[in-house]
């Protein structure tokens, strides 16, 4: 299946303390609507790591469905977020989405709620 996992970018202000081509999730949003370049705004996490990096890439990985919806409600309740599974299922269907119409290893940078292929 097509998902997004950890990747480095080329910018001087990306950062990468994810494990390489790990699953990544969005799990924090800032509560300042006018904001785009925090950590909150700007980080996908890790799911197995719970670190963050500004850059995804898009990868074919073997996993089902289900076990990426476990993988991120998992990685929500690890971190204290209160998500439900429907919520995590939601979440996956947007990322898997988004990747599904990206070609393997395209870069994904995140802008607060938007996700768009790194230029």
């Not at 303390?17 to 990544?24: H, I, K, N, P, Q």
């Not at 999730?25 to 370049?37: K, P, Y």
Request: net charge negative.
């Amino acid at each position: 299946m097509r998902v997004l996992v950890a990747s480095r970018g080329d910018l001087a202000e990306d950062y990468c303390w994810t494990v390489a081509g790990e699953l990544v999730a969005v799990v924090s949003r800032c509560e300042d609507v006018q904001c785009s370049l925090c950590d909150l705004c700007v980080a996908f996490v890790g799911v197995g790591s719970a670190r963050a990096t500004t850059v995804a890439r898009v990868a074919d990985v073997a996993i089902t469905r289900d076990a990426y919806v476990e993988a991120l409600h998992e990685l929500y309740v690890r971190e204290g977020v209160e998500c439900t599974v429907d919520e995590a299922r939601e979440e996956a269907e947007q990322l898997l989405a988004l990747a599904s119409t990206l070609a393997p290893g395209a870069l994904v940078r995140r802008h607060g709620d938007e996700l768009r292929q790194a230029s």
